[in-house]
C-alpha cells in the first residue's frame, strides 16, 4: 500500500487513470505551443538581437564584428541554431528551436522526479513546468532564456548525481559541459558557474562529515586530504565549464580585449574611462538596450530601487518585497510587474517539501537543500540587478518545481497517513484541488495568449505576413515600402524605432544619440545637412511622437529652429504610415 502511494497521488484507486490523464494534459499544452508559435516573430529581443545578428552573419558570410550593436558580443550557442534556420529562409522555426530546450527542460524534471518520488508526481511536475505562463511565453518566442534553463537544469541533475553516486568523475563532468553550454548560451550563466563552483565542495565535504567510515577515522591529516580534494573538485568543474566557453571568450578578447565584453570592462580596459557595472550592465543593456535614446546617466548600485521608488511610486517595503511579488504580481510586457508572469503555487508548495522533511533520506534532504539553496541564492542575485524580469529568474524555476512537486506529496502522504475518518478520500480531494488551482492559473494565461497572438487568422489566410507584423510592429509598413522601393546602397538613419532591425534589407543605423550630437555641432541646417551626408546617411526613418517629446526635451530654441529649417530645406517625405516616416535626403 505504501508503494502505491508513493508512485500516485492518491493510493491505488487513481493509479490507472491519473497518468493517462496526464499525459493527455501534456499533450493539448504541447500543440498549443505548437500553433502559437506558427506566426511570423515580432517579439523585441528577437528582432532586435537574436534573429537579427543571425541575419546579419549570413549576409556578411559568417561570423563578424558589429561594434554597433553590443549585443552582438554577447554568447551565441542558440543563436547559431537559428542561424541555420535562417538560412533555410524560414524564421518560425527558431521557435520551435527554442520550445524544444523546454521540452528537454520537462524530460530532465521528470526523470528526477520519477526515481525520486514516482510516475504521477513526475508527469504533474512535466505538466506544471510546461504549462507556467512564463514558460509558455519564451516558449512562442525567439530567445535564449530556455537554453539557459535547460543547461542549467541539467548541470544541477548531474551535481545531485554526482553526489549519488558517491562521487564518480562522469557526472561532475557532465554537470560542468551543461555549465559550460549555459555560460554559451547567455552571460547570466556566470552566476550558475559561480553558484555550482561553490556548490561542489561544499557538496563534497559535507558528504563525507557524514560517511560513517570517515568519521570513524578521522584526523587532521585525512581532513585536509579531504578539504584539498573538494577544492580540486571545484577547480575542475570551473575549469571544463570555462574550457567549453572559450570559443566566444577568445573572440571578445580579439575583438575588445575582454573575453567577457561589454562584463567587467574597467576590469579589463581600465584605459577606457568609463565604467561598465559588470553583470548589472549586461542586464540593463539587455533590458533597455532596445530603446536608443539620449545619453544615458551614470549608474549606481541602488539605482533600480531609486528608479522603482520614484518612477512607480513604490514604498521601500514594496521594493524589498519583490522576491516575494515576483510570483503574484508578473505582467507581460509591463516592466513595473517584472515583464512575465509565474505561477503563486510555484512559492507556496516549496515551503511544504521541507515540512516533516526528517521522514525523507539523509541524500533526498541534501538534494532538497542543494535545489533551494541554489533557487534562493540565484533569486537573491537578481534581485540586487538594476532590472528584474521573470525571465532573467528563469533557470530557478525547474528546481521550484521540483521542490513544489515534493511539497504536494509531502501534504498529501501527511493527511493519507493521518488518523482522521475518510483520511485517503481528504486527502485525494486536497491534491485533486491543489492541482486543479495550479493548472487553472496556467490554463488561463494560455488562453489570454490565443487571443494576444491570434495565430488561427494567421495560419487560416485570414490575414497574409505582412498585415500580421504590422498589427504588431505598426512601423513594418515602412520598413517593407523602403525593402521594396530603396536601392541597395541606401543607408537609413533610425530614431526612436527600437533597435527592430531584423525586417529591414537595407542599412540602417540606429542613432538618437547621434542625431543629438551632429545637431549641437552644426550651427546651421545646410551643415546638419553635410554632416550626415558625410556620415554616408541617405534616408531618415523616425517615429514622429517620440521625437518631437525628445527634441523639446533635448534641444534649445535655435537648434529646434534649426531642424525645421533642415526638415523643410534638405528632406522630402518618401512615405509615411502609422506614426512613422520615411525622409530622403536631397542631394
Not at 518612477?311 to 510586457?333: A, K
Not at 510592429?473 to 533610425?494: D, F, K
Not at 540602417?508 to 542625431?515: D, K, W
Amino acid at each position: 500500500m505504501l508503494t502505491k502511494r508513493k508512485n500516485t497521488p492518491w493510493g491505488a484507486s487513481a493509479a490507472h487513470y491519473f497518468p493517462g490523464i496526464l499525459v493527455g494534459f501534456l499533450v493539448v499544452i504541447f500543440f498549443s505551443i505548437i500553433v502559437l508559435s506558427m506566426v511570423p516573430p515580432v517579439s523585441r529581443d528577437a528582432l532586435t538581437h537574436h534573429l537579427a545578428v543571425a541575419k546579419l552573419y549570413l549576409q556578411h558570410g559568417g561570423i563578424y564584428e558589429i561594434p554597433s550593436m553590443s549585443f552582438s558580443y554577447y554568447p551565441m550557442n542558440l543563436d547559431l541554431l537559428y542561424t541555420v534556420a535562417l538560412y533555410f529562409g524560414n524564421d518560425i522555426i527558431p521557435k520551435f528551436i527554442h520550445f524544444a530546450f523546454a521540452l528537454l527542460t520537462t524530460w530532465l524534471i521528470y526523470g528526477y522526479l520519477k526515481k525520486r518520488i514516482g510516475t504521477s508526481w513526475a508527469l504533474a511536475g512535466g505538466v506544471f513546468f510546461l504549462s507556467l505562463p512564463i514558460i509558455v511565453k519564451l516558449s512562442i518566442t525567439v530567445y535564449v532564456d530556455l537554453g539557459l534553463v535547460f543547461f542549467t537544469t541539467a548541470a544541477l541533475v548531474s551535481l545531485l548525481k554526482w553526489m549519488e553516486t558517491r562521487f564518480k568523475w562522469r557526472w561532475l563532468v557532465f554537470s560542468a559541459l551543461a555549465c559550460g553550454l549555459a555560460l554559451g548560451t547567455k552571460y547570466n550563466g556566470l552566476i550558475v558557474l559561480f553558484l555550482l563552483t561553490a556548490f561542489v565542495p561544499f557538496i563534497y565535504v559535507s558528504q563525507k562529515k557524514k560517511d560513517h567510515a570517515f568519521e570513524e577515522k578521522t584526523g587532521r591529516r585525512r581532513s585536509i586530504n579531504v578539504q584539498l580534494k573538494s577544492i580540486g573538485f571545484g577547480a575542475l568543474f570551473c575549469f571544463i565549464a570555462l574550457l567549453v566557453f572559450s570559443p566566444w571568450m577568445i573572440r571578445n578578447y580579439v575583438w575588445k580585449s575582454n573575453p567577457v565584453y561589454p562584463l567587467y570592462n574597467s576590469w579589463f580596459q581600465s584605459s577606457a574611462g568609463q565604467r561598465v557595472p559588470s553583470l548589472q550592465g549586461a542586464i540593463q543593456q539587455q533590458a533597455v538596450g532596445r530603446h536608443d535614446s539620449a545619453p544615458k546617466k551614470k549608474s549606481t548600485r541602488w539605482s533600480s530601487l531609486a528608479v522603482r521608488k520614484v518612477i512607480y511610486q513604490e514604498s521601500w517595503w514594496d521594493i524589498m518585497l519583490i522576491p516575494v511579488r515576483i510570483f503574484f504580481q508578473g505582467r507581460d510586457d509591463n516592466p513595473k510587474y517584472f515583464d512575465g508572469k509565474l505561477n503563486p503555487f510555484l512559492f507556496f508548495l516549496p515551503l511544504f517539501a521541507f515540512w516533516s522533511s526528517s521522514n525523507d533520506s539523509t541524500a533526498v534532504r541534501t538534494e532538497k537543500r542543494v535545489l533551494i539553496f541554489f533557487a534562493v541564492l540565484y533569486l537573491v542575485y537578481a534581485f540586487s540587478q538594476t532590472a528584474i524580469r521573470i525571465r532573467y529568474i528563469a533557470p530557478i524555476i525547474p528546481p521550484l518545481v521540483m521542490l513544489s512537486m515534493f511539497g504536494l506529496k509531502r501534504v498529501a502522504d501527511i493527511i493519507g497517513g493521518s488518523r482522521i475518518a475518510g483520511a485517503d478520500k481528504l486527502s485525494a480531494a486536497v491534491v485533486i484541488s491543489t492541482a486543479a488551482m495550479m493548472l487553472a492559473v496556467n490554463a488561463v494565461y494560455i488562453y489570454e495568449q490565443f487571443n494576444y497572438v491570434q495565430p488561427l487568422s494567421y495560419i487560416s489566410g485570414k490575414i497574409n505576413r505582412d498585415d500580421y507584423i504590422a498589427r504588431y510592429r505598426p512601423e513594418y509598413p515602412v520598413v517593407s515600402y523602403a525593402n521594396r522601393h530603396l536601392q541597395r546602397n541606401t543607408r537609413i538613419l533610425a530614431i526612436f524605432l527600437g533597435n527592430r532591425r531584423y525586417y529591414s534589407d537595407r542599412e540602417i543605423i540606429f542613432g538618437n544619440s547621434l542625431f543629438q550630437r551632429l545637431v549641437h555641432k552644426a550651427n546651421s541646417a545646410d551643415k546638419l545637412s553635410l554632416a550626415l551626408k558625410q556620415q554616408g546617411f541617405t534616408h531618415l526613418f523616425v517615429r514622429y511622437d517620440l521625437f518631437k517629446r525628445w527634441s523639446a526635451e533635448q534641444f534649445n530654441n535655435s537648434e529646434k529652429e534649426m531642424i525645421v529649417r533642415w526638415f523643410k530645406k534638405h528632406t522630402a517625405l518618401v512615405y509615411s504610415k502609422g506614426g512613422y516616416g520615411l525622409f530622403e535626403f536631397s542631394r
